[in-house]
T-cell receptor, first 111, second 115 residues
Framework: GENVEQHPSTLSVQEGDSAVIKCTYS??????FPWYKQELGKGPQLIID?????GEKKDQRIAVTLNKTAKHFSLHITETQPEDSAVYFC??????????FGPGTRLSVLP | DAGVIQSPRHEVTEMGQEVTLRCKPI?????LFWYRQTMMRGLELLIY????????DSGMPEDRFSAKMPNASFSTLKIQPSEPRDSAVYFC?????????????FGDGTRLSIL
């Protein structure tokens, strides 16, 4: 079955700097890759997703890149702000199958 | 639009008691998922339903756990009898299945503490 790894497990950046979180997956059939942000006391919330027919997607300060050959995808947050502090999860899925989540990255943005 | 609604938000009970967690999915969504989140094991899928039918319950840890979905707008996860190791945050999520790849939408969870 699918296995998703995520690095780093914790990340601290200065406000205004960029943050990058990387995930790798094992099943070459996976074709959907969502990213979730979980704030304290809340459920995971979708922030961006990418499908396997594109290599990059951007939404304001957030971007995701996908390398199907290497089977990895990354989340990029630019101009980080304190409210970006949270736990971020990547996931991989094949059409009709369940999501397999990575273990999460705790991002701290230091003022 | 209302998101996934879970109740209660917090539950504290003694070992051996029955616990029932409730979930109302987003209207129009036809897939529902129950997850458990702990520090040690992260997000674990317990069971999921398509069109109110349980599809895969291989993640349910023991026979003490059971889940039902009597209609498209309601699901329960029951633990009987509860044990301290069941303490965790339980999330419900829903999505629209059958329309290409779609994201799951999560509720804010039930924080369960078994004393």
């Amino acid at each position: 079955g699918e296995n998703v790894e995520q690095h780093p497990s914790t990340l601290s950046v200065q406000e205004g700097d960029s943050a990058v979180i990387k995930c790798t997956y094992s099943d070459s059939a996976s074709n959907y890759f969502p990213w979730y942000k979980q704030e304290l006391g809340k459920g995971p919330q979708l922030i961006i997703d990418i499908r396997s027919n594109v290599g990059e997607k951007k939404d304001q300060r957030i971007a995701v890149t996908l390398n199907k050959t290497a089977k990895h995808f990354s989340l990029h947050i630019t101009e980080t702000q304190p409210e970006d502090s949270a736990v971020y999860f990547c996931a991989a899925a094949t059409y009709g199958q369940n999501f397999v989540f990575g273990p999460g990255t705790r991002l701290s943005v230091l003022p | 639009d209302a998101g996934v609604i879970q109740s209660p938000r917090h539950e504290v009970t003694e070992m051996g008691q029955e616990v029932t967690l409730r979930c109302k999915p987003i209207s129009g969504h036809n897939s529902l998922f129950w997850y458990r989140q702990t520090m040690m094991r992260g997000l674990e899928l317990l069971i999921y339903f398509n069109n109110n039918v349980p599809i895969d319950d291989s993640g349910m840890p023991e026979d003490r756990f059971s889940a039902k979905m009597p209609n498209a707008s309601f699901s329960t996860l029951k633990i009987q009898p509860s044990e301290p190791r069941d303490s965790a945050v339980y999330f419900c999520a829903s999505k629209l299945q059958g329309a290409g790849n779609q994201p799951q939408h999560f509720g804010d969870g039930t924080r369960l503490s078994i004393l």
